[in-house]
Each structure stands twice: as structure tokens, then as C-alpha cells.
């Protein structure tokens, strides 16, 4: 293990994702390639409602499904210190990241006690608003001193460094589907800057509202059976899904002498953007996705030694087509002919029937191909 001073490690992680709370349930659902979309419960929202198969019905959503996580809202409000009335306000958002920040925590053997007052940074992705989109339609006359605190996206990660007592910075970014990994992006930088000590990282997203599911099916970006499919020739959208998770992260070289057990380390981050490369704004770019790629993936870097690549998989024909032949292809490769494959391989699934549909689709015209199961 190279010890580089600019490397970040990975100590502790906490996440609640569909299939069960933990990493054994996470990962039991990735090695048996199990799909958790489910039919939308009546408890988000009525169905009868909002869903219509046909997908040029105005205010109708042609999808009835989405991956949910068990025990929602279910919080133990006063282990963290917060009192009935409060949480009844709280976004389950909220609830979840303090859950998965303890796990964290709890992961990497390090005690609330010993935690509190460090120099510790939260930097989180949010970008799901449902619960503050529902509060619009309460009565004006039960809202209350807690209930802006409750569902601003800036209280997601300030109430974390609240609660364990960190004096790092502490910051919510919403852009997108890449709100997260830009969160670890800046987590990364603020360590190496000398702004924290450790820092904590993460997503959450909750599904409790329609009108999301609505604006997707009208953009043609949403799959009607709830399931992504990326890089199939069955590809119609992709599937929307809930949940939680956060890491701990501090110098690999701190993390050696404190002999913490590493996840995995963290040697480079880079982050751009589109610009006006293409049109609509919600098109990706292959120029700048590709850009970045030689970026993270330099001169200085020996491309045999990279074992996996997760694509963003957006299960859309124009978000794969970009991803596929126009970016993955060209970036990894050192010349036109290139006879590598990328390919992520996992046991056979216990239950068939659960599987998630494999790709089918020929990755670029590099003649570099890449076998996904999703």
C-alpha cells in the first residue's frame, strides 16, 4: 500500500439502502443481482391518483414503481437529543443521515465522545425536496418555529455537525444525480487544505411525493417497469430508488498510524462541467465527459492496474449512447484497436426472476466493448 500523503482513506461507513440497512444487506443485494423496485405504496402517495399507463395522460405518471427502503421515518429521536415535536418536523432525509452518520462512526470504532469537538466536515448531496413540497400543502396554522429548520437542505448537514458536535465545515450541494460525488470531490479537498481532520461524506434521497415522477415521464427519462437497464437494447429510462449512505474519511496516512480499518483509498478527484457544449441542458456532454476522464486518468496513471469503472448507467438511449461509444471507450484507451474489456462480474442471482436485465448493447466504435450487469 503506497503511502501518499495526499491520499484520502475510507474508515467508516453507514448506509440504508432498499434491500436492508447495513453493508451485509447491501451487498447481499448486489451479489445476487436482486431488483428492489416494488409497487409505490399507498403511504408515499395514491397511485390511483397520479398513474396512467398512457404516457400522454397531463399530470399522470406511467410508472407505479421505485426501489424503497423499509422503515421509513422510523427514528429514535431521542438517542440523538431531539425532542418529539422537532422530529415530527424533521425531513426523513434528515433522519436518515444522523443514522447513517453514527453507523459511521460506530464502523470505525470511533465513539460519539471521542468524536465530538474534532475538526470534523460534513459534506453531503441532496437534492431530493419532496418532504418540503408536501409541507406546502399543510395548514399555515401547524407550521412552526421548527419547521423551516425541518426541511432546508443547509439543515441536512448542519444538523449533523450539531448533533455529534463537529466544528469542520458543513455543507449540503445539490447538483443532481452527481450531488454526492461532488460532495466526496470537496470532502477530499477541504482534508487535503487543512480544513478538517476527518469528514464525513454522503447521499439521501426519499421518495414521498409524485409530482417528480410526473415531470420524468413527461421528459421520457423514467422507465415504466421502475428498472434501469443500462446499456441494453431494452434501455427505456431509468429506475428510481431511495436511501442513504455515508463514509468517514481522513488521511490514509493518519488512518495507518491510528491502524483503522481502510474500505479503500481515495488517490484523485476532479470535477467539470458541461457548459454550453450541448443542448437541451439536460443532455450530457461526450467532449466533457471525456475530458475528465483524461483527467482523472493522466499520463502518471497505468491503466492496466484499473480493475473496475462504474458508469453513470442512466438506462436512457441518449445518456448510454454518450457514456458507451462516445466517452468510456475513447478515454481508456491507449489506441484505436484496443482489445481490453471492461467487464464488473458477480455470482449467478439466487432468484432469477429478480435479476435486472442484462445489456446487450455494443459499447463503442473502438471495438472496446463493455459487458455490464447491472
Known amino acids: 500500500m503506497d503511502d501518499d500523503a495526499s491520499d484520502v482513506a475510507i474508515v467508516g461507513i453507514g448506509c440504508h439502502f432498499p434491500g436492508g440497512e447495513g453493508l451485509e444487506n447491501f451487498w447481499r443485494v448486489l451479489i445476487n443481482g436482486k431488483n428492489c423496485a416494488v409497487q409505490i405504496p399507498n403511504d408515499r402517495f395514491d397511485l390511483s391518483q397520479w398513474y396512467d399507463s398512457d404516457d400522454s395522460k397531463p399530470g399522470k405518471t406511467y410508472t407505479a414503481k421505485a426501489a424503497l427502503i423499509d422503515g421509513l421515518n422510523e427514528f429514535d429521536y431521542k438517542f440523538f437529543g431531539i425532542t418529539e415535536a422537532e422530529s415530527s418536523c424533521m425531513d426523513p432525509q434528515h433522519k436518515l443521515l444522523l443514522q447513517c452518520t453514527y453507523r459511521a462512526l460506530e464502523d470505525a470504532g470511533i465513539p460519539m465522545e471521542k468524536a465530538s469537538g474534532t475538526s470534523t466536515g460534513v459534506f453531503l448531496g441532496v437534492m431530493n425536496r419532496d418532504f418540503e413540497l408536501g409541507n406546502v400543502k399543510i395548514s399555515p396554522k401547524i407550521i412552526n418555529h421548527s419547521s423551516s429548520t425541518g426541511s432546508a437542505m443547509s439543515i441536512a448537514a448542519n444538523r449533523i455537525s450539531y448533533t455529534f458536535n463537529f466544528t469542520g465545515p458543513s455543507l449540503s450541494i445539490d447538483c443532481a444525480c452527481s450531488s454526492s460525488l461532488v460532495a466526496l470531490h470537496f470532502a477530499c479537498q477541504a482534508i487535503k487544505q487543512g480544513d478538517c481532520e476527518m469528514a464525513m461524506c454522503g447521499g439521501v434521497t426519499c421518495i414521498l411525493e409524485p409530482t417528480v415522477f410526473v415531470a420524468l415521464s413527461k421528459a421520457k427519462m423514467i422507465s415504466p417497469e421502475g428498472t434501469s437497464k443500462p446499456f441494453s437494447m431494452k434501455a427505456d429510462g431509468y429506475g428510481r430508488g431511495e436511501g442513504c449512505g455515508v463514509v468517514l474519511l481522513k488521511p490514509l496516512k493518519k488512518a495507518l498510524q491510528d491502524h483503522d480499518h481502510i474500505w479503500g483509498i481515495i488517490s484523485k478527484t476532479a470535477v467539470n462541467q ?84 442484462e445489456p446487450q448493447h455494443r459499447a463503442s466504435q473502438w471495438e472496446c466493448w463493455l459487458r455490464w450487469r447491472a
Open 274 to 357: 458541461d457548459g454550453h457544449t450541448v443542448s437541451p441542458i439536460t443532455k450530457p456532454s461526450m467532449i466533457q465527459q471525456e475530458e475528465l476522464l483524461r483527467k482523472i486518468y493522466s499520463t502518471d496513471t497505468d491503466l492496466t492496474s484499473v480493475q473496475y469503472i462504474e458508469g453513470h448507467g442512466t438506462g436512457t438511449p441518449v445518456g448510454d449512447q454518450v457514456e458507451a461509444d462516445g466517452e468510456l471507450g475513447p478515454a481508456i484507451s491507449r489506441k484505436p484497436a484496443c482489445t481490453e474489456s471492461i467487464i464488473a462480474l458477480e455470482p449467478e442471482p439466487e432468484d432469477p426472476s429478480d435479476q435486472v436485465h
